[in-house]
């Protein structure tokens, strides 16, 4: 399909869609800008998925080049929709992301369920470029857009004897399949200790790239924890849950030997399995041939994160 400009958006890559919205954005605000630009660049012509406006927080800003838009959305693990890498884009049209709410419940003052617009309106929404590890040992660039997750711990009043918060993921079979497939004992659970959820890095994720969150990635709300291996991030929350023990987190049960509760990025501790030392760029020139780049420790957030370790043997915590 063709749009006002004659340009086929296929041969626009998500990357130059990205920064033609950025121009976009900054051409707005400047006034600078009349309705026949705003109809080649519009959102109807490029976007799949509804924008969401976010201020990029200098902060987070990377160098590295981003991953595409098409390799963040269909090189996904996402269980509940099967576990190929392809299955997730495929299958999770399926889910039904409005209504959508998210009860807060526990060791809280303020115990409250949350519907999707009062979470989004909860903080100003800032874009975060953020480096993304896979404990398979892949990794991604991505800029994800939502607000620190402190903020709705704040809002919940964590009790004193409150010690780690369990996020759990929807499991309905009816809409997504993979549910039958016990690879997982689901509902999909995670947890952080509370002060690595006040860490102003652990990101409540609304969109990516500049639009709300495909399905595939966890619509419509997620959690996205740059230190900690990809499977610390829970799609599709439904429940978050304050508490004054570890949760018992969905890898750690499958097998203990290879996932724990921390699962901090460390080049320095292998999976039982395969080396965590050095990682993948999903999309880098090369394809699979690509040379592999050495894991940061923390994934390259230590200044941010490893006082949360200080005192802590990471080799027995991992
Ligand atoms: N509910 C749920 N959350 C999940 C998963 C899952 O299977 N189910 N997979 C995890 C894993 S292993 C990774 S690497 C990331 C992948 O996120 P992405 O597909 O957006 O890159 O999601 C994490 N969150
Ligand atoms: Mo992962």
Redesign the pocket.
């Known amino acids: 399909m063709k749009n006002h400009s004659g340009i086929l958006p296929s041969d626009i890559t998500p990357k130059e869609v990205f920064e033609k919205r950025r121009q976009l954005i900054k051409l707005a605000a400047s006034g600078a800008f009349g309705l026949a630009n705003a109809a080649i660049f519009s959102r109807a012509a490029f976007a799949q998925n509804t924008q969401l406006t976010a201020k990029p927080n200098p902060k987070y800003f990377l160098t590295d080049k981003l991953t595409s838009y098409k390799d963040?959305t269909n090189?996904?693990?996402?269980?509940?929709f099967g576990t190929d890498k392809s299955d997730?884009a495929k299958y999770a049209h399926t889910l039904k992301t409005k209504p959508w709410t998210v009860s807060v419940e526990g060791l809280v003052n303020k115990p409250k369920t949350w519907d999707l617009d009062s979470l989004l309106k909860l903080a100003p929404m800032e874009e975060r470029v953020y480096r993304?590890r896979?404990?398979?040992g892949w990794s991604?660039v991505?800029p994800w857009v939502g607000y620190s997750l402190s903020h709705l711990i704040k809002a919940s009043e964590p009790q004193g004897s409150a010690k780690y918060i369990e996020f759990i993921?929807l499991a309905d079979p009816k809409q997504m399949p993979g549910v039958n497939n016990r690879v997982?004992n689901w509902p999909?659970t995670?947890g952080l200790r509370l002060d690595e959820a006040m860490n102003d890095l652990s990101l409540l994720t609304f969109g990516l790239y500049g639009e709300v969150l495909p399905n595939?990635?966890?619509a419509p709300i997620?959690l996205v924890v740059p230190w900690k291996?990809?499977?610390k991030?829970?799609?599709?929350i439904v429940k978050i849950r304050f508490t004054d023990k570890e949760p018992a987190t969905s890898w750690k049960v499958s097998a203990p030997y290879e996932y724990g509760f921390y699962s901090n990025v460390n080049p320095l501790v292998n999976h039982p399995r395969w080396s965590q030392a050095t990682e993948r760029r999903i999309g880098s020139e090369g394809g699979i041939f690509a040379p592999k780049i050495k894991t940061l420790p923390f994934n390259g957030y230590a200044d941010q994160v490893a006082h949360l370790y200080k005192d802590m043997d990471l080799r027995k915590f991992y």
């Open positions: 963040v090189y996904n693990n996402f269980y509940e997730p993304f896979c404990v398979e991604m991505i993921s997982l999909y995670e595939q990635n966890g997620r291996y990809g499977f991030s829970a799609k599709s």
